[in-house]
Every structure is written in structure tokens, then in C-alpha cells.
């Protein structure tokens, strides 16, 4: 079995973990656009995920945040490039990153009351000739463990797909 290993984003021969999260000339760019660009170069030289993931974890957590987004933006983008064929723009990425960081920054503050208001909403239908994509994180600090799902329905709210990683 072939497997194909060139980089959807930028043809680049040779995909792995540290071209795709670090060296890809569109990551280059939108960490330099979130000024995190002192630290992916420094994330860059790490051989090991495990050590990677520490990196993060030690930074503030304004600037833990956006890596994480980061990273997260990037293999979404990568994906999209490569199933179907959709680009964004690293300035596009950019301003929905620090979108989500303040979203965060948000729930954080303001603490429980969010979490009643949270609680309280009920799904809703989405337009006519429109899916609703819902997507739900969690991350263990302890054991450095996250994972996240995704479903999609339609307007009658039957499930069109769902996956969990």
C-alpha cells in the first residue's frame, strides 16, 4: 500500500508532525500573524511530541491558548485542503484564532454564570439548505490527555455524519 506523504497545504515532500504543525510555510505564517513566531521556531527543534506538548504547557496561558488554537486551526485547515480541496487564508486563521482565545478568555472569567446560561440553551435548527456543525473538546491537564467530537445535522435535525477523536 502507498501511502502518500506530500503536504496538501504546500506540496512539500516528506509530511510529518513537525512540518505540519511548525515548518509548513502557511503555519510560518499565521504563528508570525498571532506573534508567536519566536516560539514556533523554538517548538520546531523539539524531536518529540511528548516534550512539544510540555513546551506548551509551560507558556502563559494567553500564549497556551492561542498555541493550542493554533495547532488546532492547522490540522483542520489541512484537512479541508486535502478531503475537499477548501483553502482559508493564514489572515483568516489568524483572526479566528484570537476569535476563539477571546471566547475562552471570556469563559473563563466569567465562570459559573456561563456555565448556567451554557446549560440552559437548546439545539437549533439551522437555515434551509444548511448543516449545523457541532464540535465539543475536553482536555485532561493530569494526564495530558484530550480528545474532541463533531456531528453534523441537518435542518430536521437527523444526523448527516459524527466522528470523535
Known amino acids: ?3 502518500d506523504t506530500c503536504c496538501p497545504v504546500c ?8 512540518h505540519l504543525f511548525f515548518k509548513c510555510q502557511s ?3 499565521l504563528w508570525g ?3 508567536l513566531e519566536t516560539k514556533r521556531a523554538q517548538l520546531a527543534l523539539i524531536q518529540s511530541a511528548q516534550e512539544v506538548v510540555e513546551a506548551i504547557l509551560k507558556a502563559t ?6 498555541m493550542i488554537i493554533a495547532l488546532w486551526f492547522t490540522w483542520s485547515k489541512r484537512n479541508a485542503i486535502r478531503e475537499e480541496g477548501r483553502r482559508r487564508s493564514s489572515q483568516l486563521l489568524a483572526r479566528c484564532v ?6 475562552n478568555e471570556f469563559s473563563t472569567t466569567t465562570g459559573t454564570h456561563l456555565n448556567q446560561i ?3 440553551r437548546r439545539w437549533v435548527r439551522p437555515p434551509m439548505d444548511t448543516l449545523k456543525l457541532n464540535c465539543d473538546p475536553a482536555f485532561f ?5 484530550g480528545s474532541w467530537g463533531v456531528i453534523i445535522r441537518d435542518v430536521d435535525g437527523d444526523v448527516v455524519s459524527h466522528s470523535g477523536f
Do not use: F, P, S, W
Not at 506540496?11 to 513537525?18: F, L, S, T, V, Y
Open 27 to 29: 503555519v510560518v505564517h
Open 11 to 18: 506540496n512539500h515532500n516528506g509530511e510529518d508532525g513537525a
Open 98 to 103: 484570537e476569535q476563539y482565545a477571546k471566547e
Open 33 to 35: 500573524l498571532l506573534g
Open 141 to 145: 491537564a493530569e494526564t495530558h490527555i
Open 118 to 120: 451554557q446549560q440552559q
Open 1 to 3: 500500500m502507498k501511502i
Open 61 to 66: 496561558e494567553k500564549r497556551k491558548t492561542l
